[in-house]
Every structure is written in C-alpha cells, then in structure tokens.
C-alpha cells in the first residue's frame, strides 16, 4: 500500500477526516456511548478547537486518532482518516508506526509522558532516532535543534537534565519537542495548558501557533476554555455528550452560535 507524504497531504489540506465514528466503552454491567456519529476534519495549517464539558467525549476521540484507546473501547463505526488513509481499516502491522510518523499528541500533565529515569536529551535523541536512520552525534543535533524551535533556553544545559527538574511549562515544551520531531501532519493537544499558570499557557499556545505556521501542521486543540479558542483557533468543533453539536470557524461560533449549548458555552465565557 502507497501512503501519501506529507507534502501530499498538505497539498489536500485535511491533517485528519473523521467520518462518523462511534466508540463505546464496554463494562460488565453496561455500555458508555462516549463518541457518536462524529464528523471532524482538522485543516492543514489551522488549529481546529475540540471544545466541550468534561465527561462530553474529548480525549476519547484524541487516543482513537492516535490508535491508543482504552482496552474496553469498542469502534462501531467509521473512518478516521489520518493524513490521507483511514486508519481504522490499515492492517495491523505497520499501523503504530504509520500513526506515529503522522501524528504527535500532548496531555496535560506532560510530566507524566516523559520517562522520570531518562534525561531530556535521552529521550529526545531515542525519540529521533526511532525514525531516522541516523548517528547519535546527527540526532543530538536535531534534537537540540528541536529544543531551540519550542525557545527553551540554554539547550545544551536542559539535555542533561531530569524532569523532575523542569517545571510544568518547560515539561510541556520538551513534549511538544518530542511530539514535533518528526514534522507529523497532526498534532493533538489535549488540554496542554490546563495544569499551567497563565503567563505560561500563553507561551505554550504561542508555540502551537509558531509549528502551525512553521511547519504547517494541523493541531487539534482540546480545550474546555473558550478564551483560548477565541484567541488562537481557526475552526470550533463543540462537543456535547458524545456528539459534535455544532462545528464552523471561530467567528461563526462566537458572532453567531446555531445550538443552545454553543450560546450558553459563548454566553458564560464573555
Ligand atoms: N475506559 C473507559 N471505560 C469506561 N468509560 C470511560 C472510559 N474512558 C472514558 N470513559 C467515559 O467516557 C466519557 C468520555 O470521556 P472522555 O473522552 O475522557 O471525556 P473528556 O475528555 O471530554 O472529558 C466519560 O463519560 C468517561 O467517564
Ligand atoms: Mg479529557
């Protein structure tokens, strides 16, 4: 099978189709309807705002994306295409790769993501290395590059060091360090600036916004703050127990919101 490049796919401009997906979540004694019908496309280029309350389906459709929902999710339907190829219907083998060269994601406690017993330059050469078939001299360069492009000072210094000694904001630029190393088509930010002050979530959505332009990647921004979406977003997806209520571009939300939960969401952030 012949998948598109990444040039390819930012010539078509959609990152990421999702075409009416539904997931379930199986317990012993009953089934969660946590994403039905879903329709979402992430432009290349854009950041595209998931937004909705907690508990409405989110971060379900984020780890579906990236092929690593929870053992008991059950797909029942759809297509979620990635970078010009459903991923839903590929083979197994190949799949996390094909997923990982397409797309990066990062959570909100990024601290979490990244290995306590590694330093950061570890694991950013180890996470270089996993896709270039390169020396470890060429992958320290790139991965001090990587560093100097999310403008986190002193690189050389912050290679040596462990995460336990980083603070929120550095942590999560290390991961979108990571998550950007491989220039995907997409990036998922899940809630990336939830856990941080506000001085530094503006420095962390100002660096989403310089990839985006950058590299022109597309970034599926999950948030529950309509301010960040009003600031930084390009198209809204509002999400309302497992369905996409209303979707459009950010001035179409905010001047002129269709559903009654988008007016209350819009109503309460003003
Ligand atoms: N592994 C799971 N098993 C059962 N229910 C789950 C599981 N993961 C999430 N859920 C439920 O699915 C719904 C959607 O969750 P989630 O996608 O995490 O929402 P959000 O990210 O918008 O807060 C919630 O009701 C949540 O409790
Ligand atoms: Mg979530």
């Known amino acids: ?8 796919v930012q010539s078509e401009n959609k990152a990421l189709e999702i075409r009416g997906l539904s997931l379930d979540y199986i317990m012993p004694d009953q089934s969660i309807h946590a994403v039905v019908d879903l329709n ?40 979620i295409y990635l970078a010009g190829t459903d991923i839903l219907s590929m083979p197994k083998k190949g799949l996390r790769s094909y997923i990982s060269n397409h797309a990066g994601i990062i959570f909100q406690d990024s601290i979490d993501s990244l290995n306590p017993l590694l330093t950061v ?5 180890e996470a270089v290395l996993i896709h270039e078939k390169i020396t470890k001299k060429q992958a ?30 550095m942590c999560q630029r290390v991961m979108i360090a990571i998550a950007s190393v491989f220039r995907p088509a997409l990036l998922i930010a899940d809630e990336p600036t939830t ?4 001085t530094v979530q503006a420095q962390i959505l100002h660096q989403l916004d310089s990839m985006r332009k950058r590299e022109g990647t597309a970034i599926l921004l999950i948030t529950h703050d309509l301010g960040v979406v009003a600031e930084i977003a390009d198209d809204v ?30 109503a309460a952030a003003l």
Do not use: W
């Not at 590059?145 to 904001?169: D, H, I, R, T, W």
């Open 195 to 198: 856990a941080l002050d506000v």
């Open 40 to 79: 979402l496309v992430a432009r290349t280029g854009k950041i595209t705002a998931l937004v909705g309350e907690s508990g409405s389906g989110k971060s379900t459709v984020a780890l579906a994306v990236m092929g690593i929902q929870d053992k008991n999710a059950v797909i029942s339907n759809g297509e």
């Open 237 to 266: 997806c509002v999400m309302k127990d497992g369905y996409i209520v209303e979707s459009g571009t950010v001035d179409d939300i905010f001047s002129n919101p269709q559903h009654t939960y988008t007016r209350q969401l819009v």
């Open 1 to 8: 099978m012949q998948y598109k490049t990444n040039q390819e």
């Open 121 to 125: 330059g570890e694991q950013l050469v």
């Open 140 to 169: 320290f360069t790139i991965a001090l590059n990587q560093l100097l492009a999310v403008s986190l000072p002193q690189p050389e210094e912050l290679m040596k060091k462990y995460p336990f000694m980083l603070s929120g904001g």
